[in-house]
């Protein structure tokens, strides 16, 4: 059974940083063949993507929201089966819960030709992990 456990969270003055992690256990094979990416979800809002990694042939194609350029990376180790999140220059409306997701074969089509990461081309779920930017 695949599991997705974050970490990372807490809480920071805005224009701080953090790196969020997430651990990938229960696959079965190479973690290069799942879509990873990262959801943010603000209180009594949708969950909303905000970067999306697919690793093949040994390259990282990688995808943002043109929202979401520039103060956020994404980044995975396969030895280690982990993503990370790296997220500078917070703001106040970061805040929120951080989950990490993935979904089996390649990123969708309209997350590759649109960068629109939907939660709902994801079918496995963290449990997630809260950032608070305060100002």
């Known amino acids: 059974q695949v599991h997705l456990a974050e970490s990372g969270g807490g809480s920071v003055q805005a224009g701080e940083s953090l790196r969020l992690s997430c651990v990938v256990s229960?696959?079965?094979?190479?973690?290069?063949?799942?879509?990873l990416a990262w959801f943010h979800q603000a209180l009594d809002n949708e969950r909303e993507g905000v970067a999306a990694?697919?690793?093949?042939?040994?390259?990282?194609?990688?995808y943002y929201p043109d929202s979401k350029k520039g103060r956020f990376t994404i980044s995975q180790d396969n030895t280690e089966r982990t993503i990370f999140l790296q997220s500078d220059n917070l703001k106040p409306e970061d805040t929120g819960m951080y989950y990490c997701?993935?979904?089996?074969?390649?990123?969708?089509?309209?997350?590759?030709?649109?960068?629109?990461?939907?939660?709902?081309?994801?079918?496995?779920w963290g449990q997630g992990t809260q950032v608070t930017v305060n100002s």
């Open positions: 997701a993935a979904r089996r074969g390649g990123c969708p089509g309209r997350t590759v030709m649109t960068a629109v990461i939907s939660s709902g081309d994801f079918d496995l």
């Open positions: 229960g696959i079965t094979g190479l973690l290069s063949n799942y879509c």
């Open positions: 990694i697919y690793i093949a042939s040994g390259s990282a194609y990688k």
